[in-house]
C-alpha cells in the first residue's frame, strides 16, 4: 500500500459514520451486510449510508456485490491488514511488535 492509498483509506475512515459502517463490515465478517440491515442497525438514511458506502468503496476498504437484487457489503481484509501494515512497518524502533506476523492479522 503506497502512501496516497493509506492517506484515501484514512480519509474514509475519519468520519464517524464510516467508522461506525466499517466496524459493523468488519464484525460481520465475509457474509457482509446489505445497505438495509447497516440502515436499521445504525439508524441512518438510505441516501446518507449509500454516500458513506460509495467513499468507503472508494477507499478499498470495502467491497461491493451484486446478489441477485441485493447488493452486499464487506470489509475489504486485505487493504485493512494492508493499511494496517503499513502504519506499524516501522514502529517500536526496531523491536519485536505486538503484531509479529502476517498469521497474526485478521483472516476474516
Known amino acids: 500500500m503506497d502512501s496516497k492509498e493509506v492517506v484515501q483509506a484514512l480519509a474514509a475512515l475519519a468520519h464517524p459514520l464510516r467508522l461506525e459502517v466499517f466496524r459493523a463490515l468488519v464484525v460481520a465478517g465475509q457474509s457482509g451486510l446489505t445497505p438495509g440491515v447497516i440502515q436499521e442497525a445504525l439508524g441512518v438514511a438510505p441516501a446518507t449510508l449509500s454516500f458513506h458506502l460509495k467513499e468507503l468503496a472508494g477507499s478499498g476498504l470495502v467491497t461491493q456485490e451484486r446478489a441477485s437484487r441485493h447488493l452486499i457489503y464487506r470489509a475489504a481484509y486485505d487493504n485493512m491488514n494492508a ?18 506476523t502476517a498469521a497474526d492479522a485478521c483472516k476474516c
Request: aromatic letters at 6%; one cysteine or more; a negative charge.
Open 83 to 100: 493499511l494496517l501494515g503499513y502504519l506499524t512497518d516501522n514502529c517500536c524502533q526496531g523491536a519485536a511488535c505486538a503484531v509479529e
